[in-house]
């Protein structure tokens, strides 16, 4: 078990018994608030957050993470 309900064996992550499709296991790690990401993916209780740029991605707190252009909500992307 990792926390926020992540787990993950040698091959796969998993989010709260369910794999995460698609998530890399030797470069996933679980950040706060029911984020997570891998070195191609940004996720949010288990699902993969779209068009999210992982290289600058990072958790603010409080449900709230952003990327070098947007903000995001409880893994939503927030519309200014």
């Given at each position: 078990?990792?926390?926020?309900?992540?787990?993950?064996?040698?091959?796969n992550?998993?989010?709260?018994?369910?794999?995460?499709?698609?998530?890399?296991?030797?470069?996933?790690?679980?950040?706060?608030?029911?984020?997570?990401?891998?070195?191609?993916?940004?996720?949010?209780?288990?699902?993969?957050?779209?068009?999210?740029?992982?290289?600058?991605?990072?958790?603010?707190?409080?449900?709230?993470?952003?990327d070098?252009?947007?903000?995001?909500?409880?893994?939503?992307?927030?519309?200014?």
């Amino acid at each position: 078990m990792l926390s926020f309900g992540y787990a993950k064996d040698a091959f796969n992550i998993y989010f709260e018994g369910a794999e995460v499709k698609d998530a890399s296991s030797g470069t996933f790690r679980v950040l706060i608030d029911g984020y997570a990401k891998d070195a191609f993916n940004a996720y949010y209780r288990g699902r993969e957050i779209p068009d999210c740029n992982v290289r600058t991605f990072e958790c603010m707190g409080k449900g709230v993470a952003r990327d070098d252009e947007n903000k995001y909500f409880l893994g939503q992307k927030v519309v200014w």
